[in-house]
């Protein structure tokens, strides 16, 4: 046995003998161990503290996202707005109104945690901006038919 304390690690492994390791440097084939005790033995263990950090974190990373989802809604609104330049019968600017009204509905829900409610949210504004500028293209495109119409009936005269 003196002959192998004097040897290194690598030659007594070439040789075959067997050097005798702590147990926590045991190697994996030594010993009858199953799958799950290999595992218990050589993995971390998650404590209870350790979950509960891991689902703060998913939250603060599902807030981030419907965070940016809901600013990039509200900068759409802000930058469709811009095509209302029209005014109501109060003599207000549809642009203006919009944008209150946006405001407003952003403020009311600013605080709203439950996740389906913000999705819903998110997708019901969505759909509200497309459905305002769809709707605007389509005025436009009539005003543009119409005017044409008018030149052409003007022109002929």
Do not use: C
Request: charged residues 40%; without cysteine; proline residues 4%.
């Amino acid at each position: 046995m003196r002959r192998t304390a004097n040897m290194g690690f690598s030659s007594v492994i070439r040789r075959g003998l067997s050097p005798r390791l702590p147990s926590p440097w045991r190697s994996l084939h030594e010993g009858p161990d199953t799958i799950d005790e290999l595992l218990d033995r050589h993995l971390v263990k998650k404590s209870p503290k350790d979950n509960d950090e891991d689902d703060e974190l998913a939250a603060q990373r599902r807030l981030t996202s419907t965070r940016r989802e809901a600013l990039s809604l509200y900068r759409d609104v802000l930058r469709a707005s811009r095509f209302f330049a029209w005014s109501d019968a109060r003599g207000v600017p549809w642009r203006e109104v919009l944008r209150e009204n946006a405001r407003r509905e952003f403020e009311e829900a600013r605080f709203e945690r439950d996740p389906e409610v913000v999705t819903r949210l998110l997708i019901g504004g969505r759909d509200a901006v497309q459905k305002a500028l769809d709707k605007l293209v389509e005025g436009s495109k009539k005003r543009v038919e119409a005017e044409e119409q008018q030149r052409r009936d003007g022109g002929g005269r």
